[in-house]
């Protein structure tokens, strides 16, 4: 592909840009992408709002699945090592456990693909810093930081300023097409089109596809413990493999209205109901419905929902523990993929992407050739010496057709006065002067003369 041609044909290697990954082609799968901040200990909310539709929507036909852990991201917010080290096995353990098949999908660790780090950086130097203060996660600290009366800034680190820049090297650097995100994780999709954009408009080529946010309406946000959405910064989960006697306890503590056993009960607005529906079939949501209509009691339903959310994670949990036993498996799968990935991708993209803004071969195709080349479309004046031993000039177009010769003069320096007032001239009276002949109509003449006034300007 291109890398091979990088560095001997620079301007080719520049047109050629994007047609690694022509977006619009028919033949090219659809790139859907999805990142996993290891922060944490995978939960239900994260299993059935991320996990569970991801592992389904990779089986769609002309989809090439990207899924990474977004271990960079994850120092944003952590500053415990060893907890990076864990969730990072712990959600790896989990998509594998939940039926992700790393041989059929992308499946790889951000900090493995050295290229999303150096990307970054280019993109970090094309992003408006303007659009960056406007990104919702920065300015709600901000806006913390101002209700506690304390500077704007206090406590708000470089990194979770550039946030999104870094999100959008993931993005970009495979040439997704699709994102499914949460709604809260729109904005950034919208700021990786912006960043790509002003890189394709000033490097000359379409580098880079503009991934659109595929947002997840119909994929349930899971309350938590509280009622509140599920998630760890709330501290209100239930973790998907919690061994039984704890997960049997977290359902207990889940808050529900104080009616009594026999008393009727509303599923509108009962996160118990919720959560069953989230794992029941339509069939089993509609016998819960009519037992809750006939007073169910709140220890019963629990005790229900605790069965069914067991049915569904039990079996995986076997696959979970016997992954978590050998982590040396799942670090091989990961390195595999990112590899994999780098050499198919990643590394030849990126050469294309170094070359893009001249970070380049010395010895290759140098820039005032390149220089060269683009100046040979503009027309140009020729002054030569003749046989004759008068001197003469000439105008030719980009192409190099002739359109003005000159007669001889008996100087270089008078050859040189006409072709200054030529290159001045903006009317066709200036043609008639006796020291040149138009070989084609002056119009045209007169546009090659304007041609080369606005390139030297
Ligand atoms: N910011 C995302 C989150 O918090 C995680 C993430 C990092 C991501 N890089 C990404 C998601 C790229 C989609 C694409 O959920």
Redesign the pocket.
């Known amino acids: 592909m291109l890398p091979s041609k990088l560095g001997t044909t620079g301007t080719v290697a520049v047109k050629l840009a994007g047609i690694q990954n022509p977006s619009g082609s028919p033949s090219r799968m659809t790139r859907v992408?999805?990142?996993?901040?290891t922060s944490g200990t995978p939960h239900l909310g994260n299993y059935v709002g991320a996990v569970r539709p991801a592992i389904a929507a990779s089986h769609a036909p002309g989809v090439e699945s990207f899924y990474?852990l977004?271990d960079l991201?994850s120092l944003v917010k952590v500053q415990d090592a060893a907890r990076v080290q864990r969730s990072t096995l712990e959600i790896a353990a989990t998509w594998l456990a939940a039926g992700l098949q790393p041989d059929k999908v992308w499946f790889y660790r951000?900090s493995d693909i050295p290229e999303i780090s150096e990307l970054n950086w280019f993109l970090t130097c094309v992003a408006g810093k303007g659009v960056l203060n406007r990104a919702h996660a920065y300015k709600a600290s901000v806006d913390r930081n101002r209700a506690d009366g304390e500077d704007d800034d206090s406590g708000i680190s470089a990194g979770l300023f550039m946030?999104p820049v870094?999100?959008s090297a993931?993005?970009l650097l495979f040439n997704?097409n699709k994102?499914?995100?949460?709604r809260d994780?729109v904005q950034?999709i919208e700021m990786a089109r912006d960043f790509a954009q002003r890189f394709n408009h000033l490097f000359g080529g379409e580098y880079f596809v503009l991934p659109e946010a595929a947002i997840e309406d119909n994929v349930a946000t899971l309350p938590g413990l509280d009622g509140r959405k599920m998630s760890k910064s709330y501290d209100n989960t239930i973790p998907l493999f919690a061994p039984h006697a704890e997960m049997k306890k977290l359902i207990a503590s889940i808050v529900t209205d104080s009616r009594a056993p026999g008393e009727a009960k509303q599923v509108e607005g009962s996160h118990v109901f919720q959560l069953y529906q989230a794992f029941a079939s339509a069939e089993e949501t509609a016998q819960m419905q009519v037992a809750f209509a006939e007073g169910i009691g709140w220890g019963d339903a629990k005790q229900k929902l605790f069965e069914r959310i067991d049915a569904e994670v039990a079996p995986m949990r076997d696959h979970y523990e016997a992954l978590m036993a050998k982590p040396a498996e799942i670090e091989a799968i990961l390195r595999d993929g990112a590899q994999r990935l780098r050499t198919k991708y990643a590394t030849p993209f990126m050469a294309e992407l170094r070359h893009a803004v001249g970070l380049r071969d010395l010895s290759s195709a140098p820039a005032a050739e390149a220089e060269a080349a683009s100046k040979a479309a503009l027309p140009v004046f020729k002054q030569y010496r003749d046989t004759d031993n008068r001197f003469y000039f000439k105008l030719l177009d980009g192409e190099g057709k002739l359109l003005v010769q000159s007669n001889g003069f008996d100087s270089p320096k008078d050859a040189g006065q006409l072709i200054g007032v030529l290159k001045r001239s903006e009317r066709a009276d200036a043609m008639e002067t006796p020291g040149i002949n138009v070989l084609v109509p002056v119009d045209e003449v007169l546009a090659a003369l304007l041609q080369l006034r606005n390139a030297e300007a």
């Open positions: 992408l999805t990142g996993i901040t990474f977004a991201h951000q946030y870094l999100m993931d993005i997704a994102v499914p995100v949460g994780q950034h």
